[in-house]
């Protein structure tokens, strides 16, 4: 009978062991899966804020390009409406047959870089799908839409001109020159006549209607940067608390 007692009081403390150990190792188990999972997310933000940063950084130095390019767009579209209105009143300064010359034959540089180094590698890796579907969108619409087509605008400007100065420009280059002066250097008198042709009418025309385009877009790209700034700026804070 004692034996019986024995028995009967000693199996449930063995219970009451096991049971405890079961519970302090699940405990420690899911401690352990909590605190990894802990240590992941606050490496994704720290990646993630890491990405906000750098594609801030290039939003920075993408807007000083843009503010750049304005400015440039801005004089050109001012030197080829005086063009435009000194050609029609038959009176045109030595000013602005220079620049006129200088723009027809490639002297002014067409530059302009919208790739972001930090957006195609997050896109390529496919982090960029780990942002937050507005600021990815806005992303996309940025990247893939806008800064595209002002690109196709700047390339179209170019080839516009590359066309006219091969096959209008260069047949009349064999007299806009005087015989002592240097091959840069046209007569501007003889300059003057040769853009009175209607062509270059019709040329000046198309060169400020698509130089007001490329305007346009440029504030339509700076303002959706300025935008993009603050989405991302908002989803630093908001990651970082």
Known sequence: MLLNRFKTGRIPKLL??????????FLGITISFLFEQWREEQAQKKEMI??????????????????????????????????????TSGKMSE??????????TGQFVFLFDPYSPTYM???????????????????????????????????????NITNFRNHTLMPANAYLYRTEASPISPDLTMLAKEIQRPVYGNFINQIIITEKKVY????????????????????IDEVGR
């Open 16 to 25: 009451l062991t096991y049971l405890v150990e079961v519970i302090i190792i």
């Open 50 to 87: 890491e990405l906000s940063e750098s594609l801030l950084t290039d939003i920075d130095a993408l807007k000083a390009r843009l503010t750049e390019d304005r400015s440039g767009s801005s004089a050109w579209i001012s030197q080829l409406d005086s063009l435009r209105i000194q050609r």
């Open 95 to 104: 000013r602005q047959l220079t620049w006129f010359y200088k723009m027809i």
């Open 121 to 159: 590698s997050a896109a390529g890796s496919g982090l960029v799908h780990e942002l937050p579907d507005s600021i990815r969108n806005q992303l996309y619409d940025l990247y893939r839409v806008q800064l595209p087509f002002f690109q196709l605008l700047y390339n179209q400007q170019q080839e």
């Open 216 to 235: 346009a877009m440029n504030e339509d790209a700076f303002d959706t940067l300025s935008d993009l700034q603050g989405s991302l700026r908002n989803y």
